[in-house]
């Protein structure tokens, strides 16, 4: 059974940073296209960031780009997403998702997806 839990999320102050977290079971994330999504109260699901597997190449939305970088450590079978100069628009619940159909991050932002996290809350507020 595939199972994707994501933390690290909280309350942070305009500027400041925070690591989100996806960890897996079941599923070994980098034989896979690994990507973030976030949903804001009333706003459209959002594709954050995509890493792919293999090459480990990366994929950023215009929203974040330069502020947030996504990685992987194959070792513990996790994927992160480093955010920083985090704004009040951040503010969102964001999700790891993944699915064993997608090796590259082609369209990441358009696709459905097998597999979902249950959610860490990010909170950017002073």
């Known amino acids: 059974q595939v199972q994707l839990v994501e933390s690290g999320g909280g309350l942070v102050q305009p500027g400041g940073s925070l690591r989100l977290s996806c960890a897996a079971s079941?599923?070994?994330?980098?034989?896979?296209?690994i990507s973030w999504f976030r949903q804001a109260p009333g706003k459209e699901r959002e594709g954050v960031s995509c890493i792919n597997s293999g090459s480990g190449s990366t994929y950023y939305a215009d929203s974040v780009k330069g502020r947030f970088t996504i990685s992987r450590d194959n070792t513990k079978n996790q994927v992160y997403l480093q955010m920083s100069s985090l704004k009040p628009e951040d503010t969102a619940v964001y999700y790891c998702v993944a699915d064993s159909r997608y090796l590259a991050c082609s369209d990441y932002q358009r696709r459905a997806y097998k597999y979902w996290g249950q959610g860490t809350q990010v909170t950017v507020s002073s």
């Open positions: 079941g599923f070994t994330l980098n034989f896979y296209a």
